[in-house]
């Protein structure tokens, strides 16, 4: 099996260090001390191309920019990476949302993506109006793919259902290859839903032990609904061309953060209803407690899998650190345990893409577990995150 590569772009600001956002921040929280513009962002998805990656993450939230309109924006900047564009099913219709994804589609065939949102705390959902609770906002999410499924389907489509109503939709124009369905979630009610719709299953980096349990339970729940889900993981990276550079860099991220700081981020995460996240929090829990955080190496969770950026960051909280070889080996262990598509990112995302593409792409390409086409020549070195992209 052969894996396929994602990067994220931080639409709400980059850093040399760890930059808050995700999960349960508040809006207007996020923001690094390199602006996200267009320019900077076209550099990332440049640069994804070249390496081979098959697409960028755009996120969604209050803490960050619109997904939709930054991929618009950035598709002309290259001509063969993907987006996968989050978005929150329920806050537009599902007919608008099925036409925004096909006249993308038409566009640059093959290269849109759409990760299912739902929503795991319910005083942002509150900010875009929508006043569901989370099993709702579930219950709604499975109406509503099965209204974009059918539309992209070429059917029209009346449903009258207990959240979603639409009377004889359909779409001028189909979506050819339709974009594929990445949703994550780990409570009881996102399970069925995920098994239903998803095409990708992601998770969030927990340990292999605890990713090789998440996938045999969505994999069982498709295989009731006749279907086959693949499956993804969101990792932040460190890797550098020995261990001890890596696990310095780490301690250089721990070493900017103090207590106020973590105690204020972690008061905001625990707001969260997601289980994920409830998840990400506890694989730190005890570190907090005892102040061992101070040290990088104390938040090894598993080989390699650093929890430290989920201290102040939500969603995505762990990443992989080590030397380029580490790194692949454990890229290798996830994949063994059914790990299909890996979504990366790093501090900040420009360099840390490069220190990964340079440094473990290679590796993964000599071991035959990842063949993506791209550009074997060298990434130009020009880059605008200076000057006009400030």
């Known amino acids: 099996m052969t894996i396929k590569l994602h990067w994220f772009l931080p639409t709400y600001g980059d850093s040399r260090l760890i930059v808050g956002g995700g999960h349960g921040t508040p809006a207007g929280a996020a923001g690094g001390d390199r602006d996200a513009s267009i320019d900077y962002l076209a550099s990332i998805v440049r640069a994804a191309e070249t390496f081979g990656f098959t697409g960028a993450l755009i996120p969604t939230g209050a803490w960050c920019e619109d997904a939709f309109i930054t991929a618009a924006l950035l598709a002309r900047e290259t001509t063969s990476l993907g987006f996968l564009v989050a978005f929150r099913p329920g806050l537009v219709s599902p007919t608008l949302s099925a036409q925004m994804a096909a006249t993308f589609a038409r566009h640059a065939p093959g290269r849109i993506l759409l990760n299912v949102v739902v929503g795991g705390e319910s005083h942002e959902q509150r900010a875009f109006g929508d006043h569901l609770d989370k099993d709702e906002r579930y219950r709604r999410a499975d109406e509503f793919l099965e209204v974009v499924r059918r539309l992209w389907a070429g059917e029209t489509v009346t449903l009258h ?3 979603i109503r ?24 996102a399970g069925p839903v995920a098994a239903r719709h998803a095409d990708v299953y992601l998770t969030w980096g927990e340990p292999p032990d605890a990713v090789r349990e998440k996938i045999d339970w969505i994999r069982t729940l498709a295989a009731a609904e006749g279907r086959r889900v693949r499956f993804g993981i969101r990792l932040h990276t460190i890797s550098r061309d020995t261990a001890d550079e890596a696990w310095a860099q780490a301690d250089k ?138």
């Open 253 to 390: 991220l721990i070493g900017a953060l103090d207590e106020h700081t973590v105690r204020a981020a972690q008061a905001g995460l625990r707001r969260s209803e997601s289980e994920g996240q409830r998840r990400m929090l506890a694989l730190h829990q005890a570190n907090r407690a005892d102040g061992s955080w101070r040290s990088a190496r104390s938040l090894e969770v598993a080989p390699n899998l650093w929890a430290g950026v989920g201290l102040v960051r939500g969603g995505a909280g762990t990443a992989l650190v080590g030397s380029h070889a580490e790194v692949a080996d454990r890229i290798a262990e996830y994949a063994a345990a059914g790990i299909e598509e890996f979504i990366f990112s790093g501090y900040p995302h420009l360099e840390e893409l490069f220190w990964f593409g340079e440094g473990v792409v290679p590796i993964l390409r000599s071991r035959n577990l990842f063949d993506g086409a791209g550009d074997r020549s060298p990434v130009p070195a020009a880059i605008p995150f200076v000057g006009a992209a400030r």
């Open 161 to 163: 259902g207990r959240h």
């Open 166 to 189: 639409v009377e004889d939709a359909a779409l001028p124009t189909l979506p050819d290859p339709v974009p594929p369905l990445y949703f994550g979630g780990s409570s009881t009610a």
